[in-house]
């Protein structure tokens, strides 16, 4: 059973940064795509980004595409997300998961990822 602990979320001012991070307890983290979503209160679970097993390939949600960046260090066992210009609209609980690869398509579907963490609360302000 792999366990996910995220970090780095709290409250930041429209337009701000935030770096969050995961760290897997799996020692065999290289080997498996990780990803981040998100969820507000009443919405649907939302994919953000996500990285191959190798960080060779990454894919990131329409909501984000620009000001995200997703980012692994296996060495260090852990995968970040970096968010620039937030808005308010970017508030959430966001969860980092993970799952096996099968082919090399990064899959933006919340039921195909295996392993997610608590999740971590980010709040924009206006």
């Known amino acids: 059973q792999v366990q996910l602990v995220e970090s780095g979320g709290g409250l930041v001012q429209a337009g701000g940064s935030l770096r969050l991070a995961c760290a897997p307890s799996e020692r065999t983290f290289s080997i498996y795509n990780m990803g981040w979503f998100r969820q507000a209160p009443g919405k649907e679970r939302e994919f953000v980004a996500g990285?191959?097993?190798?960080?060779?390939?990454?894919l990131y949600g329409d909501s984000v595409k620009g000001r995200c960046t997703i980012s692994r260090d296996n060495a260090k066992n852990t995968v970040y997300l970096q968010m620039n210009s937030l808005k308010p609209e970017d508030t959430a609980v966001y969860y980092c998961a993970a799952h096996r690869p099968v082919g090399p398509v990064l899959t933006t579907t919340p039921a195909r990822w295996t392993y997610w963490g608590q999740g971590t609360q980010v709040t924009v302000s206006s």
């Open positions: 990285v191959t097993w190798s960080g060779g390939s990454t």
